[in-house]
């Protein structure tokens, strides 16, 4: 089945500088990989998601990039702010996978004022 | 629309006891899941569905049961609860497939003693 690490298990920065994690996948075949984010207490929500037919893809101030051959994937956040604490994580999954999303162990982010 | 809804929000058991989650959708989608998140380990999937009368297992199945006889609920039974089972369940939704967008319920917090 499918492996997803998730790096770095805690990230903090500064208000304002960026914010990268970093995920890695086993199965070549996995098409799809969304970002959650989840606030505290709160239920995850997806954020941005790239499919295997784009290298990149940007929403405002998050991006996403996919290297299939490495078999990794990241999400960029600029211009970082203190909403963007929180934990997020990211999944892979492949159509014809038997319909299973996994999921990384998640990155508490904390931006510091 | 009220999205993705769980009941109940709490619940304590005792080793042994059995209960029912119950999770709901009114926007008509095909896919559901349930999902536990545990400190450190993600969200893991336990059940998925496909659509009405159809239900296969995730990564954790082990003393858990599914059923879905309508495209709006998926109940997950806890056949003879155990400490291990302490964690919070999320329900999740999504339109067709699971490449698309997952809404997640806003979760039960399971206390096992």
């Known amino acids: 089945g499918e492996n997803v690490e998730q790096h770095p298990s805690t990230l903090s920065v500064q208000e304002g500088d960026s914010a990268v994690i970093k995920c890695t996948y086993s199965d070549s075949a996995s098409n799809y990989f969304p970002w959650y984010k989840q606030e505290l207490g709160k239920r995850p929500q997806l954020i941005i998601d790239?499919?295997?037919?784009?290298g990149e893809k940007k929403d405002q101030r998050i991006a996403v990039t996919l290297n299939k051959t490495a078999k990794h994937f990241s999400l960029h956040i600029t211009e970082t702010q203190p909403e963007d604490s929180a934990v997020y994580f990211c999944?892979?999954?492949?159509?014809?996978?038997?319909?299973?999303?996994?999921f990384g162990t998640g990155t508490q982010l904390k931006v510091e004022l | 629309n009220a999205g993705v809804t769980q009941t109940p929000k709490f619940q304590v058991l005792k080793t042994g006891q059995s209960m029912t989650l119950q999770c709901a959708q009114d926007m008509n989608h095909e896919y559901m899941s349930w999902y536990r998140q545990d400190p450190g380990m993600g969200l893991r999937l336990i059940h998925y569905s496909v659509g009405a009368g159809i239900t296969d297992q995730g990564e954790v199945p082990n003393g858990y049961n599914v059923s879905r006889s309508t495209t709006e609920d998926f109940p997950l039974r806890l056949l003879s609860a155990a400490p291990s089972q302490t964690s919070v369940y999320f329900c999740a939704s999504s339109r067709d497939r699971v490449v698309d967008e997952q809404f997640f319920g806003p979760g039960t917090r399971l206390t096992v003693l």
């Open positions: 999944a892979a999954s492949f159509t014809g996978g038997g319909n299973k999303l996994t």
């Open positions: 790239i499919r295997s037919n784009v």
